[in-house]
């Protein structure tokens, strides 16, 4: 795969279509499955509640994960990421109901920084619950 959107197009404060992703608990027991990460903050409440945690939470990997999907969404090839960072800002507080947790992750170029490597830099946002989820979340992308 190759990546689909062109450097030559692309412009200082392009913004990516932003995406919600929607999160329940039967996701989290499935990530957890994946990853091998079982920690009980991630599926059992009373133990997150008795940790100092308001409730279950979505592992932090998993929310990177996530947010970086609009990226490669974007450009069209997973392995167009060059580097990826995150900071975790907040959890995302997973209820035990219907309707779970949403990540809304919006994301915009924010630097051309090589004109020969033809790659930018794209600062993203991802927020749970009206609060930011992760800081100084960057991803240097290399275009077509």
């Known amino acids: 795969m190759t990546a689909k959107i062109a450097y030559d197009d692309v412009e200082v404060g392009t913004e990516l279509p932003a995406q919600d992703f929607p999160v329940s608990r039967a996701t989290l027991v499935q ?3 994946a990853s091998g990460d079982f920690n009980p903050i ?3 409440e009373k133990f997150a509640k008795e940790v100092g945690l308001p409730d279950v939470i979505a592992h932090g990997m998993f929310t990177m994960a996530v947010a970086v999907r609009v990226v490669t969404d974007w450009v069209g090839d997973p392995g167009a990421v060059a580097e990826y960072g995150v900071r975790f ?12 947790a949403l990540i809304e ?7 051309k920084l090589d004109d020969d490597e033809r790659t930018v830099r794209v ?19 290399r275009l077509a």
């Open 31 to 33: 990530y957890a499955g």
């Open 42 to 44: 991630h599926w059992n």
């Open 89 to 100: 800002t907040k959890p995302v507080v997973v209820p035990n109901d219907e309707d779970g």
């Open 105 to 111: 992750v919006s994301a915009t170029v924010a630097a």
């Open 123 to 141: 600062d993203l946002t991802a927020k749970s619950a009206d609060q930011k989820v992760l800081g100084m979340s960057r991803a240097v992308v």
